[in-house]
């Protein structure tokens, strides 16, 4: 073998050396062997090319009369894919190699192509085949013809009049050759010249002619007009230049300038069509059909609008240190001016900063005051302002004169002079309580969140009970609730139980034990035959995949009697807030239906069935048409009298306590209201805020 490759290497460096004796000094260059593509990318056209150019190298190489049967095996090997060569060694392409010479298993390939490729991939290919932007006649008819023979149709077919093999077959290719030709062309009047000749007199040939001599016309015309420019450019000289010998002309950037196309700046093409950027947009001036760097419109300019305080005094002004650069530096009074879009500091204050105007960089942006008048401006430069170990890197604008350094909107919210997304924001503030005071009065600091959440569990210990507690829930105070019935109701049973999915099985029976520790539901007795029974129906929480426990009470509902409290919607409650509340705080109920009692009547109805057995509701339960009455007065009557309480949902939780204080906050009065009521909320959801705009945290 490594014989064969010696000879090989020896007669391509001869052929090299032939070639460039012929047309000039042309370097040496190896010759590797033609590679068929792997079975899942190869159609018969490209098997027919690669047969082509391996029999060229086996030709020029000179191998196939010197090699022995396994040389010219293993020559072809090395000109396959690794695919095929797989298919080769386990005996899918069912080869001899004892006997197969080359041409037998490039047979048996071409035999595995046929049967393992659908031929309506080729004809689809075919169909869609149209000529390519800068391909020439010949050359696109010969992809046609190669591909045409690649889609199975009989070369000589039986007649079907003279049941013979007459040639009809040559006719057929040649009229889908013509076909395909015509209405695949690019240039839509050379197809309108073919489409001019008479359909009977229109053959293949014919058809190739006239696209030959139109487009070879079109082409010399091009080269025509091209020649015409360049001698009316020279004729167009100035009145000052004439008289005077030009040995130059044309100078070699005109004649290049000249030769690219205006749109994308490449080699100017025969057709404005055939441009590559006429669906593309310009970055510089958005328009569509040529690129950036070719564009002729002026440069946008970037416009930085900024608004300068009007009035300030030594109480707006802000400690920054900026720093550019390992210059020295300093402190420097900033003014905070969140109408701001860049960042401005004027030239007096540039040493204070570490550096000089000649340093500066040319500043290209348009700075605008507040009154929209133009600002001069004389360079800009990267600086890094720091306060209070909070960095911000920005491009200061320096202008001439001014009111001195002003830090913009970005810039007040990097250095945590206000938050992010002021001014739409609620800003989370914490409680701490003084020793003295009726109540629980809370001083407003944002250091002590945690503990004055704690502190306020500590005091009222029977309304903030652990949310992980699952002790029997404490119910309201007051009587239970009792469900009416319109009369002559019969009793509704639902005997089939819902079908639970199986990953959610574990998690609903410990839900229900976890109800049953609780105190709101029960086992119904063995041996109890309930007359009232209904569905348990489990659908997924909202945005999670965990389970929700529900009782279809659709059946039931029609027949109660609903006791119809009134309840304000969300819109109405916002409406009634104070002006000048400026601070809130929020609690929420605690299973708060299940807090509502229910008498032994009304909970022999709220019995339903499980997969585990049944079970009845010792309390209150969602889906029933009078719980929320209910629940709503219960909730109404356990915060009346108490001044700014809102109950923002049609449920009791949360409320809302305003306050108009800034600050100070009064809780006391609604801990103490839900206390005696034996109401219970989650210590989550308990929280303390101002409010910016009075309605929006709302």
Known sequence: MRQLQEQAQYFAAALQRNRGNAGGSTKSKKMDVPVLKCPEDINLADFRDWQQRFADYTEVQKIMEECTLSGRQSLLRSG????????????????????????????????????????????????????????????????????????????????????????????????????????????????????????????????????????????????????????????????????????????????????????????????PDQCWARDKDCNNCGKTGHLKHMCRSEPKKEVNRMTIGQVKTSDDLVKITAKIGNADHQEVEWLPDTGAECDVITADCLKKVGTKVKDLRKDKAELCGPDQGRLKSLGKVTATLEREGMKYKTELHVLEKGTGPILSKAGCIALGLIPTGWPHVVNKLSLSSPDEGNGVDMLLKSQSAASIREQLFQEFPEVFPPDDEVLPLKPMKGPPMKIELLPGTSPIRRYRCNTIPLHWQDKVKAHLETMVQKQIIERVPQGEAPEWLFSMVVVPKAGTDEPRVTVDFSPLNPFVKRPMYPCRVPAEEVAQIPPGMTHFTVLDGRHGYWQVLLDKPSSKIMTFDTPWGMFRYLRNAMGLISAGDEFNRRGDDAIAGIPNVKKIVEAWDPAWILERNRRYLKLYAPPIGVAKASRKVKRKSSSQGEARDRRKPL
């Open 80 to 271: 396959l894919d690794p695919a095929w060569t797989k298919l080769w060694s386990t005996g899918i392409l069912e080869i001899d190699d004892r006997k197969d010479d080359i041409n037998d298993i490039i047979k048996k390939i071409l035999h595995y192509i046929r049967e393992h490729r659908n031929p309506l991939l080729d004809r689809k290919e075919f169909l869609e085949r149209n000529q390519h932007a800068g391909e020439s006649i010949d050359v696109y008819y010969s992809a046609l013809k190669s591909i045409d023979e690649s889609c199975g149709y009989d070369v000589n077919p039986t007649c079907k009049v003279c049941d013979d093999a007459c040639g009809h077959g040559d006719e057929l290719q040649q009229e889908r050759l013509r076909d395909r030709l015509i209405c695949g062309l690019k240039d839509q009047a050379i197809q309108q010249k073919v489409l001019a000749i008479p359909f009977k007199d229109l053959t293949l040939k014919k058809a190739l002619e006239v696209c030959r001599v139109e487009a070879a016309s079109k082409e010399t015309q091009a080269s025509l007009n091209k020649s015409e420019r360049q001698v009316n450019r020279l004729k167009e000289r100035s009145s000052y230049k004439k008289g005077k010998i030009d040995n130059n002309p044309l100078s070699k950037s005109a004649q290049k300038a000249d030769e690219r196309c205006s749109n994308c700046g490449r080699k100017k093409h025969q057709k």
